[in-house]
């Protein structure tokens, strides 16, 4: 679609949002930038941007006007596709872009993409690593922090882009193709979001939509739900494994990662010599590994990268250690299934903090998890009754309500004995308290550095 000339709105003026439209203004077309927040400042969001006539800033109500003007709307990922809003440009006839589909439409050289309820950061990451270390011109990009759209005008067509992909940003794609995809796994999440599980499966699947013959999809073996998905695809396949030998892909067995190409197998590097903890992280690293090997890296770059690579900032990070208790920031934990990870890590007695904004999920299997390893439950924000209610259900008693997390860090200082972990793991999201995990986990880490 050529964007020059064209009336674009973007909807949405957050971070995402503000990419987008400096993005469209840089292709030369008429935007409108919109978010539905009356009390944002106009003269602070056109700080922000290119000074030209090209811009109008809508807050507040979006006319019928307007819409009627429109060729193209970019969404920001964190805008419902199903407000009325969006519902009455879809049945004028606009065209509906996320701000991945604009990106990939602007940018160059090849994409390798990650999506999966869990897991997403730390192996987007570790896969930007190593095509760091295999090639010059590298861009990490999407739901990890960086926007695509500011990354996308820079790029020739010597790029490799890795790119966190969230159900949220898959949900409005029409010819974005990766030459390498993966999905993680797939656990409830975002159902408030989705609505429904099934609703939330088609769109994860959607990151393999627009591959060819020629592309690689990399899915989890242990998951029924890809492994099904996998045995429908014309691209072609390759899984990684937790729990089985596979004769072809990648898997772990007898404490070793290893990759089977059918005729030959060929060890990764020992678990052992990771410093990512936890079968999860595992998992991450053979998805990484095998995405990275789909698209041609020597398999001597991956294992150096492997083994020198340390987990992501808020995923189960270490933060120190205060009279022989030893804290952790699991603040990306943001849904049960992120948080059992979270806990199996744990290899000692645990206070753990949970709660927060509540999406919709359900918990018992998150207590269930708890395995004798959990001393004390300390809950805070919306969820707490909720969680709460759950646990005594299923005999778990020993729960704690704290008003702040403030109020948290210190209950667990107070209590904690030497050689226990204090556990951030909400398996909640963090609206209502905080903007973000990271600036909750990030909080964390300053009141346990203060103790």
């Known amino acids: 679609m050529r964007l020059a000339g064209i009336t674009a709105l973007v909807f949405g003026a957050g971070i995402s949002g503000i990419g987008a439209a400096k993005l469209l203004l840089q292709k030369s077309a008429e935007v409108i930038l919109y978010d539905g927040n009356a009390e944002k400042k106009e003269e602070e969001l056109r700080a922000l941007l290119p000074g030209d006539g090209r811009l109008e800033i809508v807050l507040g109500a979006l006319p019928e006007a307007v819409m009627r003007r429109l060729d193209l709307v970019v969404m920001s990922p964190g805008v419902p596709c199903d407000l009325p809003e969006v519902l009455k440009m879809k049945e004028l006839g606009i065209r509906i872009w996320g701000e991945v589909e604009l990106a990939y439409a602007c940018g160059r050289g090849d994409v ?47 790029a490799v882009t890795v790119a966190e992909i969230s159900s949220f940003q898959l949900e409005t794609i029409e010819r974005f193709a990766p030459r390498v995809s993966t999905i993680l796994n797939i656990t409830p999440d975002h159902l408030n979001r989705h609505h429904t599980m099934e609703e939330y499966i088609r769109v994860k699947e959607l990151i393999a939509s627009n591959q060819t013959a020629e592309d690689t999809c990399v899915l989890n073996y242990e998951d029924e739900i890809l492994r099904k998905f996998g045995a429908t695809l014309h691209t ?20 070793a990662i290893r990759y089977s190409d059918g005729a030959q197998v060929t060890e990764l590097c020992r678990t052992s010599e990771l410093y990512l903890l936890g079968r999860h992280n595992h998992e991450n690293v053979m998805a990484a590994a095998l995405m990275a090997i789909a698209y041609g890296v020597p398999v001597e770059v991956i294992r150096e990268t492997v083994k020198s690579f340390r987990a992501v900032e808020h995923r189960i990070e270490y933060v120190t250690e205060k009279n022989g208790v030893v804290y952790y920031n699991d603040s990306k934990g943001t849904n049960p299934d992120a948080a059992i990870k979270g806990i199996q890590a744990m290899d000692r007695p645990t206070l753990l903090i949970g709660g927060g904004y509540d999406k919709g999920s359900s918990y018992e299997e998150w207590i269930q998890s708890f395995d004798g390893k959990v001393k004390h439950l300390v809950l ?29 860090v210190q209950f667990c200082a107070d209590h904690a004995q030497r050689g226990d972990a204090v556990l951030l793991s909400p398996a909640c999201a963090s609206w209502g308290m905080f903007p973000n995990y990271e600036v909750r986990g990030r909080r964390f880490k300053e009141l346990v550095n203060q103790l």
């Not at 190593?130 to 010059?136: D, G, L, N, Y």
């Not at 072609?236 to 004769?247: G, K, P, Q, T």
């Not at 969820?383 to 259900?393: F, G, H, L, P, Q």
Request: net charge negative; proline share 2%; charged share 25%.
């Open 112 to 158: 390798l993409a990650v999506t999966g309820t869990n897991g997403k950061t730390t192996t987007t990451s570790l896969l930007g690593a190593i095509m760091q270390a295999w090639k010059k011109e590298v861009y990490i990009v999407g739901n990890i922090g960086n926007p695509y759209t500011e990354a996308a005008p820079r790029m020739t067509d010597e």
């Open 236 to 255: 072609r396949v390759l899984y990684f494994s937790s729990l089985h030998r596979l004769d072809r892909g990648m898997y772990l067995e007898d404490g």
């Open 380 to 408: 805070i924000g919306q969820t707490r009754e909720k969680i709460a209610e759950t646990a005594r259900a299923l005999g778990f008693t020993d729960i704690v309500f704290a008003e702040s997390l403030e109020e948290a």
